[in-house]
């Protein structure tokens, strides 16, 4: 790289090296990404008390049902421009590039829409307690004021990680971050203004990121990926190709997500206490999975890049690194989580019986984190070869159906919070044993999606 250059080409140099420069920054905004959640609910649990930090905590599931979606396009577009990029192909790259802006201008004007329509009847289908509904929908819909903001900063990030960026991302997401913490305070704890104020601040917050990324795309990038806000429309190829690779993503996430709601109403059947302690969880998980994150999504820009570039023995070894970085650092935070959560889930809220019930949640699920992060890297490696449809169909019968089914039984069976709890260790073992059969099965580097196969394996 060049002195002064901001971005890592991937197709070059020592795989280690290149994959923890690019994955550290992520690792950072990852962390930083999920103090906007968090910070909502520990200022919320702290000034306004555990009926407050329920209504925030239930509609967590739901808004990661709504954005998951439009969060699986992006991946799908990043998949793209990461392959042109690697390709050298800057007119495709550039049409690709204002494709996707303009498509997130309209997913993100329909999802604010639909979150403000659907707040209240998807928050009394999940069983929401009624003493928290109403504060539960305020959080709700002005959350999705700013989905606007919240798609297209997804979708300038997704731009910025596919041509090797990931240190300005960063750079934004931590002033946007403490710019959220602030307004928290300043809303819920000195004005009181209650919990849609701490909605508030995280829309104000996602705007002012999404406005950072642009100003960084549309002024100060190299001419090869400079958005241009003259240039933005959508060309139906490339919408074409964003769709094919991001729908299985978005609809994996959506799907997920749907499980996850049902798991929530789940635990919500179990009263307000149990909302705020696993809610608590839900949030530090939240901090957990970074390494698992940041590797998925370092793996998916390594692999189509390197991909592009026909580089396929690098992908084999990158992929190899990747997977066994975030299986050791997923374990390694497990064992932390494990140890300290009580200490943890009282930063939130004191109350023992929030804690009872986020230390037994975290101690369930902890022990098996490096089989979720198998599961995520791998399914990061098949987005980047273009077989979304992949992580799609493992995860969607996995992690949806299976999960569904086993709670509807289990719980029924044994009205237990504990047996809502193992839903998720027991469907990460099945996903990861059907990923390893087919990464080591099937050659997903040489062939292209639809084509025919050839024999060679890749582990």
Not at 104 to 109: R, T, V
Not at 226 to 247: E, T
Not at 325 to 338: D, K, N, Q, R, S
Not at 416 to 426: E, K, N, R, S, T
Request: proline share 3%; hydrophobic share 50%.
């Amino acid at each position: 790289m060049a002195k002064g250059q901001t971005t890592t080409l991937l197709t070059e140099g020592p795989i280690w090296k290149r994959m923890v420069t690019f994955a550290f920054p992520l690792f950072l905004g990852n962390l930083f990404q999920q103090l906007y959640n968090t910070a909502d609910s520990l200022i919320v649990g702290n000034f306004l008390g555990s009926n407050a930090l329920a209504a925030v905590s239930s509609s967590g599931s739901l808004i990661f049902l709504l954005v998951g979606f439009f969060n699986g396009i992006a991946i799908g577009a990043g998949v793209v421009i990461a392959r042109y990029y690697g390709a050298r192909q800057t007119e495709q790259l550039q049409k690709a590039i204002h494709t996707t802006v303009g498509f997130g201008i309209l997913c993100g004007a329909a999802l604010t829409v639909m979150g403000l329509l659907l707040a209240p009847q998807i928050l009394i289908l999940m069983k929401t307690p009624k003493e928290v509904l109403p504060e539960s929908i305020s959080y709700f819909r002005i959350y999705f004021l700013g989905s606007l903001a919240f798609v297209l900063y997804n979708n300038f990030v997704g731009i910025l990680h596919s041509v090797g960026d990931s240190r300005h991302p960063l750079y934004y997401l931590i002033f946007s971050s403490l710019v959220n913490i602030l307004l928290d305070l300043l809303f819920v704890g000195v004005l009181r203004l209650g919990v849609g104020s701490a909605a508030a601040a995280t829309a104000i917050s996602q705007f002012i990121s999404a406005g950072l990324c642009l100003n960084r795309l549309a002024r100060k990038s190299p001419d090869e990926y400079r958005v241009s806000l003259r240039k933005i429309r959508l060309d139906s190829f490339m919408l074409r190709q964003i769709i094919r690779n991001g729908l299985p993503a978005g609809v994996q996430n959506s799907v997920i997500s749907v499980a996850n709601v049902f798991v929530q109403s789940n635990i919500n059947s179990f009263g307000k206490i149990a909302v705020a302690g696993c809610g608590t969880y839900s949030k530090i998980e939240g901090f957990a999975f970074l390494p698992i994150t940041c590797f998925s999504m370092s793996l998916t820009t390594f692999i189509s890049q390197n991909l592009g570039a026909k580089k396929y023995d690098r992908v084999k070894k990158g992929a190899r690194f990747g997977i066994l970085c975030g299986m050791v650092l997923a374990e390694l935070v497990g064992v932390v989580i494990w140890l300290a959560i009580p200490h943890l889930v009282a930063l939130f809220n004191n109350d023992p019986e929030v804690i009872a019930y986020g230390t037994q949640e975290a101690r369930t699920m902890t022990t098996f984190y490096f089989l979720l992060a198998f599961s995520h890297c791998v399914a990061g490696i098949m987005r980047g070869a273009g077989r979304s449809s992949v992580p799609m169909a493992v995860m969607l019968v996995c992690w949806c159906l299976i999960r569904v089914s086993y709670i509807t039984v289990a719980v029924r069976l044994i009205p237990d919070i504990q047996m809502v709890f193992w839903a998720y260790p027991l469907t990460w073992s099945l996903s990861s044993v059907v990923f390893l059969t087919y990464f080591l099965k099937v050659d997903w580097i040489h062939t292209e999606p639809g084509k025919k196969r050839g024999r060679g394996r890749t582990a």
